[in-house]
């Protein structure tokens, strides 16, 4: 068994088209069809259903991939370590963030550390922050920028608190509650909502500010990307709730204090069981420090350093 054929592998299970994952590959077509015949004959299962229409994994092929991953990631990083030993960085750098990260400048970030590193190859990827958190525990991703209620805090990861923040009110232009110096919960939940899909950390936070008010609310519509609320909210739609200091990159819409504002916690995270040379230095550029916050008595993230 070859590293080669589990990356031709990894291409097909991907793109679901052997011609798409040999372009990947940068192979023929032929090429990587034989050597996933002959890994098959080896392996004594078939790995994937060919028909004219599809290709899809089997059973043996859905069991084989994680392992492949997992070997593949194995090498990678093995390539990376003995380059990090000779004062190199290379490898990979795999980024997750929630759309409303604001306690770093994720793009700016990643732009510097290309000029330093571009030997690294850096992927991005858009997510809630349950599953980047489940990403970075196996290992998909190696940092995330996340937002969290204050009653929860990332599991299973190593994480740091960056910043606390409250939510406002977002409402169209001519609302009655556009002028507004501030607004209650309990006038807000006579209104329909726009927010996040219902089980999602960034619909948590609002979620439990009304119940612990006793007050409930009319989501009438979830969509899964902030911007999208506002385009939802400026007709007049619906009004939302979004995190303060995300809100001023919105357009078309007014944004109202909430006295009585849940609030949210922005987290950085990465594995636990230790960073590779690349995500190493990507914190380093963003000054974060690498060592996992501690837990104080009462059970709330504290450390030095971290915002009130």
């Known amino acids: 068994m070859e590293l080669q054929q589990m990356r031709y ?14 372009e990947r590959c940068l192979v023929v077509q032929s090429a990587l069809s034989h050597q996933i015949a002959r890994l098959e004959r080896e392996l004594g299962a078939r790995l994937f259903e060919r028909t004219s229409r ?10 084989f991939l994680p392992a492949a991953r997992q070997c593949l990631d194995a090498a990678e990083r093995a390539a990376a370590e003995v380059a990090a030993a000779v004062g190199e960085v ?8 929630i759309p409303t990260v604001a306690a770093v400048d994720v793009p700016g970030a990643l732009r510097d550390f290309r000029r330093q590193y571009p030997q ?26 996340l937002g969290l209620p204050t009653t929860a805090r990332p599991e299973g990861v190593a994480a740091r ?28 939940s006579s209104e329909e909502f726009v927010d996040l899909p219902a089980g999602t950390a960034g619909r948590l936070q609002s979620d439990q500010a009304f119940a612990a008010e006793g007050l409930r609310r009319d989501v009438a519509y979830e969509v899964t990307s902030a ?15 979004l995190p303060s200091a995300y809100a001023p990159r919105l357009v078309g819409v007014v944004t109202v204090e909430v006295a009585d504002a849940p609030a949210r916690v922005e987290y950085a995270v990465w594995s636990r069981s230790g960073t ?21 008595e009462d059970g709330n993230g504290e450390a030095p350093g971290a915002c009130p």
């Open 9 to 22: 592998v990894l291409a097909v299970a991907e793109t679901n088209n052997f011609t798409r994952a040999a």
């Open 54 to 63: 599809r290709v899809r994994l089997t059973p043996a092929g859905e069991a």
């Open 90 to 97: 290379r490898g990979r750098l795999a980024v997750g963030l």
């Open 120 to 145: 690294v190859r850096i992927s991005l990827r858009v997510g809630a922050s349950e599953d980047l958190v489940e990403q970075v525990a196996r290992g998909a991703i190696d940092v995330a920028f």
């Open 161 to 188: 608190e960056l910043a606390r923040d409250r939510l406002v009110a977002v409402v169209a232009p001519d609302h009655p509650l556009a002028g507004e110096p501030s607004v209650s919960l309990r006038r807000l």
């Open 227 to 241: 911007d999208y609320i506002a385009r939802l909210v400026g007709p007049g739609l619906g009004v939302a709730m």
């Open 276 to 296: 590779t040379p690349a995500a190493a230095a990507f914190l380093t550029v963003l000054g974060i420090p690498e060592e996992d916050e501690q837990e104080d």
